[in-house]
Nanobody, 121 residues
Framework: QVQLVESGGGLVQPGGSLRLSCAAA????????VGWYRQAPGNQRDPVAI???????KYASSVKGRFTISLDLAKNTVYLQMNSLKLEDTAVYYC???????????????WGQGTLVTVSG
């Protein structure tokens, strides 16, 4: 129903920057929150940056001051600006949108296909 298409991943040297994009297509009832998650080899899929419907952003301690999440409603796109990249940032990054289910208090999760970020040098 709702599809999230990610782009922007790639290979970057330590200290470099990348911007990930997540474009949404489909009908969203009422957005609850958006976020970026990542999964490195042998690890769980963990939250990196989350933005609530109120516009408040939260970041994992490992990326605070380096990553910024933003939302452009006009373009139906979520971004993750990543600066001062480190080797440990290497992972597959997934975008997420939580949509309120009509007539309920529940939420529906939508996920992007994942985009690989490799920090090496």
């Amino acid at each position: 129903q709702v599809q999230l298409v990610e782009s922007g991943g790639g290979l970057v040297q330590p200290g470099g920057s990348l911007r990930l994009s997540c474009a949404a297509a489909g009908s969203i009832f009422s957005i609850y929150g958006v976020g970026w998650y990542r999964q490195a080899p042998g690890n769980q899929r963990d939250p990196v940056a989350i933005m609530t419907s109120s516009g408040t952003s939260k970041y994992a301690s490992s990326v605070k001051g380096r990553f910024t999440i933003s939302l452009d409603l006009a373009k139906n796109t979520v971004y993750l600006q990543m600066n001062s990249l480190k080797l440990e940032d290497t992972a597959v990054y997934y975008c997420n949108v939580q949509d309120e289910v009509p007539g309920t208090t529940g939420l529906r999760d939508y996920w992007g296909q994942g985009t690989l970020v490799t920090v090496s040098g």
